[in-house]
């Protein structure tokens, strides 16, 4: 079961990825809203991530207080999803620095989920 999850899993980010390049660069870039399917898509992919990521943590017996690199992952999550509001929502340089944040949030929490550790140095 594992196997198959951690497959869904690694699917659904790298879909949630593009989704977030493709309507952050639309945004940036064209003045009429995006559809209604580019809108809805990213949540219901985003849920169905955090859904696989849970089972994961559950089916591996992780614990976010014991497997620090998976609590930092989380604290990564968070961020991301706060920068990538902002990201979306803002104009100027609140909302280069926001994706900026977002970006690199993901590319943490990439990191983070490949070597297994929090710290990156």
């Known amino acids: ?3 198959i999850v951690k497959q869904i899993h690694v699917w659904l980010v790298l879909i949630s990825i593009t989704l ?3 309507r952050y660069w639309y945004f940036k870039f ?3 809203p995006v559809g209604q399917v580019v809108r ?3 949540h219901a ?3 169905l991530l955090l859904i ?3 089972s994961l943590a559950v089916l591996a017996l992780l614990n976010p207080l014991v497997a620090t ?3 930092f992952k989380l604290i990564a999550l968070l961020v991301y999803i706060m920068a990538g509001t902002l990201a979306m929502k803002k104009s100027g340089s609140t909302q280069w620095v ?3 944040l977002a970006t690199l949030a993901v590319l943490y929490m990439l990191w983070t989920a490949i070597h297994k550790t929090a710290w990156p140095w």
């Open 98 to 100: 926001s994706y900026l």
């Open 30 to 32: 064209r003045a009429q």
């Open 40 to 42: 809805i898509l990213p």
């Open 45 to 47: 992919v985003d849920t």
């Open 69 to 71: 690199w998976l609590g």
């Open 1 to 3: 079961m594992y196997p």
């Open 52 to 54: 696989t990521g849970v």
């Open 20 to 22: 977030f390049q493709f």
